[in-house]
């Protein structure tokens, strides 16, 4: 039979291990066992697995302990799933915070327990075809334009986070401060480019700045304008192009440049900090369309400035 | 982004863990004021596990810190992750107040 994927199981008791090890293996799974926390961390720095069961309530290395140490030593992409006799709320919710894929209760229903592993897997699958197929083309590419009034209720970070993170190897650092440069690029393209609002109202607090964009965007002009957004991905060189574009009137970015380099002098109300960061984060930054236009280029693989 | 903030004596200790951003700029508003109406003198940032921060994110930290300071408080970065070590340092606000790496 053909294996159809690698699982570690990892139970204190041996005749949990021994019945499920032979219901897997049976079901066509490539099964390994560890009988403690520490032991499935050793097997796991070793071997490549695809979904890890684990019992929650083990002497030890508990279940979320060891669940805690794999999501911080280790990428999200090994899928666990917590067996547990009882569903203590609290228990619960910190396994979900941790990053748990799934729960199987105790007594095992084995039926349950494939349907889980074959969900999971087939999850993966679609994770790695998609990376396979994004990996050989030449250049990747996503265009949207979205209306003013429409702008405030997405969060586009999450959007591109998740997109970047399910077609593309990206290195965990690179990502980051690809998603801080993307919030400030969008977040000038808004606050600035289109909405017009100046320090005083940037500063003001939450509920306060939510009503002033409120009130702008009333205003026909404004909520007649719209922002771009692109991602140009070369495949070559593992670099990302982000664009950014308002309808705004622009400013005027040479005097930034004149004034803001190479060193970025702090004041407590200094304009431009934003676009020093994404200065600091990007291997280019580049100004067009009068500064309603803002450009970066930014490895996939390395963090900082890093160009091939 | 998740934050944590415990008062202990005249010490409030903050804790942000993931990316501190403009979309969520306005809970570390929220835990700032907090301090600031607090009879903390001392607010202890711990940074490790902030993955990065965004100019907004910059700009409520330094709004607090002057009225902060104008009451007799200060700020310390007892933590920071590599990223944000640099950053702050990037932007000088290490000379503002200390910032520890790690």
Redo the contacts between chains.
Sequence with gaps: MANKGRLLIVDDSISVVNSLQTILSLSGYSVDSAFNGSDALRKIYRQDYDVVICDIEMPGLTGLEFLARVRKEFDRSLDVILMTGYMEHDYFIEAIRLGANDFIRKPIDTKKMINSIQELLYRKKSIQDNEALYSKLEEVGVSLKVSALNFGSL?F?SIFNKHLKERFKVNP?AL??L??CL??M??NAFIHGTLELDLED??L??EKLQKCISERLKEPQIAARSISISAEIDNQTQMIQLCVEDEGPGFDFEKWLNTSFPE???G?QEHG??L??LK?LSAELNFAKEGRQVSIRKSLTH?GKYAP | MNIELNFSENIAAMKIDGILNSENAHLLQEKLNEVMQSDAKLLELDLLDCRNISSTGIGKILLFYKDFISKGGDIEVVRSSNSVYELFSMLKLNQLFTVNLG
């Design positions: 969060s970070s650092d980051n401060e998603m801080v919030d400030e969008i977040y940037r500063v607090d939450h970025p002098i702090l407590l900090r934003g020093s960061l600091h963090p």
